[in-house]
């Protein structure tokens, strides 16, 4: 879905993680896509709503640089603003610049950290929708997705950018992996539409009606 007709916002709204890969890729405006980029970090903060019709502008800078275990590191930072300048969506990404990605995707050769999350569940059946007094730890009803070549392929804009890692065989195989992999954000976009939806069937009991 990628947007609500109706919201408690005062209009229609753009479905949250609507522009995240447009926040990722700001810097393809000025920059051409690393050849052998790899993500191990990506995190969006969602600050408000984004109306449909709005012009939103996206502004992204690198922030850090850095050299972990060998290996050159650098972080983007991006924002979307509407035409008043608020803070409509931020973006922070670290990346690992010039890497095999098969010798880092699979194995895992650090220990666990401690700071691990593990989540606790109170043995509740899952729910479809927020309510008031949920019981800590009851679960969200699951909504299963089987990812098409194709789907990973329009989300890693082929056709827009250099052959990458996600949208093309060749690539995938000369960086040392079996076959493509569906970008972080995509996964991520998919957890934002479990979240939205999982309050959004609350909250719709609410709006009001025409008439």
Same mark, same amino acid.
Request: overall charge negative; proline content about 7%.
């Given at each position: 879905?990628?947007?609500?007709?109706?919201?408690?916002?005062?209009?229609?709204? @753009?479905?949250?993680?609507?522009? #995240?890969?447009?926040?990722?890729?700001?810097?393809?405006?000025?920059?051409?896509?690393?050849? #052998?980029?790899?993500?191990?970090?990506?995190?969006?903060?969602?600050?408000?709503?984004?109306?449909?019709?709005?012009?939103?502008?996206?502004?992204?800078?690198?922030?850090?640089?850095?050299?972990?275990?060998?290996?050159?590191?650098?972080?983007?930072?991006?924002?979307? &603003?509407?035409?008043? &300048?608020?803070?409509?969506?931020?973006?922070?990404?670290?990346?690992?610049?010039?890497?095999?990605?098969?010798?880092?995707? &699979?194995?895992?050769?650090?220990?666990?950290?401690?700071?691990?999350?593990?989540?606790?569940?109170?043995?509740?059946?899952?729910?479809?929708? @927020?309510?008031?007094?949920? @019981?800590?730890?009851?679960?969200?009803?699951?909504?299963?997705?089987?990812?098409?070549?194709? !789907?990973?392929?329009?989300?890693?804009?082929?056709?827009?950018?250099?052959?990458?890692?996600?949208?093309?065989?060749?690539?995938?195989?000369?960086?040392?992996?079996?076959?493509?992999?569906?970008?972080? *954000? !995509?996964?991520?976009?998919?957890?934002?539409?479990?979240?939205?939806?999982?309050?959004?069937?609350?909250?719709?009991?609410? *709006?009001?009606?025409?008439?």
């Amino acid at each position: 879905m990628a947007f609500f007709n109706t919201s408690p916002f005062g209009g229609p709204i @753009a479905h949250a993680a609507l522009l #995240a890969n447009d926040l990722m890729t700001v810097y393809y405006t000025h920059m051409t896509a690393p050849q #052998a980029g790899l993500h191990t970090t990506n995190e969006l903060f969602f600050h408000a709503p984004v109306p449909m019709g709005e012009t939103v502008t996206i502004t992204g800078r690198f922030t850090d640089k850095y050299v972990r275990r060998d290996n050159g590191y650098v972080v983007l930072e991006a924002e979307a &603003g509407d035409r008043q &300048g608020n803070l409509l969506i931020s973006y922070r990404h670290v990346e690992i610049m010039r890497i095999q990605a098969g010798s880092v995707i &699979g194995p895992s050769s650090a220990p666990p950290p401690d700071d691990k999350i593990v989540p606790e569940t109170n043995n509740a059946k899952p729910i479809d929708k @927020a309510a008031a007094g949920i @019981a800590p730890g009851t679960p969200i009803m699951s909504t299963p997705k089987t990812l098409s070549q194709e !789907q990973i392929s329009v989300y890693a804009c082929v056709g827009e950018h250099e052959r990458n890692l996600h949208n093309d065989i060749e690539a995938a195989r000369k960086y040392g992996l079996e076959n493509t992999i569906a970008q972080g *954000l !995509q996964t991520a976009g998919y957890c934002s539409e479990l979240c939205t939806d999982f309050f959004w069937r609350f909250l719709v009991h609410y *709006l009001p009606t025409e008439g």
